[in-house]
């Protein structure tokens, strides 16, 4: 799946009418095809992430739905629990990095200014059209960011850096 295609992707799960799907389930499903991991994937060990787990605005979902996808990628490309494991937070700390760069942080009640667990903060968060326009481009950088580790070259550079190689 290229650029374009998973991005397409991400905006017809997110930006449904019946808003099925929220910020992690989104960037987890469209990861998770793209690096073959499941065809569909199951999106519900997402679901209570949205909104920075469970609407609390703890960490992104758009970083907690692609923690999931890159833990599962790790897990199935390389045996060694243990080496999985560093990789994937390896990978997950230069994406957050790289994400707390573009956005000025990484907890979604800073990213979007409003406390979403509360009427008011919900209303003002569906109102300005956040979710639209705020969340839909964080997904999108998720996915931008993290597509190519679908590609074996890529991965293995990745698990290079992991073990401290160049």
Same mark, same amino acid.
């Given at each position: 799946m290229d650029e374009g295609e998973a991005i397409a992707k991400a905006s017809a799960?997110?930006?449904? $009418?019946?808003?099925?799907? #929220? !910020?992690?389930?989104? &960037?987890?499903?469209v990861l998770a095809e793209a690096f073959g991991l499941a065809d569909p994937p199951d999106p519900s060990l997402a679901?209570?992430?949205?909104? #920075? +787990?469970?609407?609390?605005?703890? &960490?992104?979902? /758009?970083?907690?739905? /692609?923690?999931?996808? +890159?833990?599962?990628?790790?897990?199935? =490309?390389?045996?060694?629990?243990? $080496? /999985?494991? =560093?990789?994937a937070r390896q990978v997950l700390s230069q994406y957050m990095e790289a994400f707390q760069r573009e956005w000025?942080?990484?907890? !979604? =009640? &800073?990213?979007? #200014?409003?406390?979403?667990r509360t009427e008011e903060g919900h209303r003002a968060f569906i109102?300005?059209?956040?979710? =639209?326009? %705020?969340c839909m481009r964080q997904i999108a950088f998720a996915v931008?960011?993290? %597509?190519?580790?679908?590609? $074996?070259?890529?991965?293995? $550079? /990745?698990?290079c850096r992991a073990r401290g190689g160049a």
């Open positions: 799960y997110f930006l449904r $009418e019946d808003n099925l799907y #929220g !910020c992690a389930e989104t &960037t987890y499903m679901m209570a992430l949205n909104g #920075g +787990v469970a609407w609390w605005g703890g &960490t992104c979902g /758009a970083v907690t739905g /692609a923690a999931l996808a +890159v833990g599962q990628l790790a897990g199935r =490309r390389l045996p060694d629990h243990k $080496e /999985a494991k =560093r990789t000025g942080a990484v907890d !979604c =009640r &800073t990213l979007v #200014g409003c406390d979403i109102e300005k059209g956040l979710w =639209r326009d %705020l931008r960011t993290l %597509l190519p580790l679908a590609d $074996e070259d890529v991965w293995a $550079e /990745a698990v």
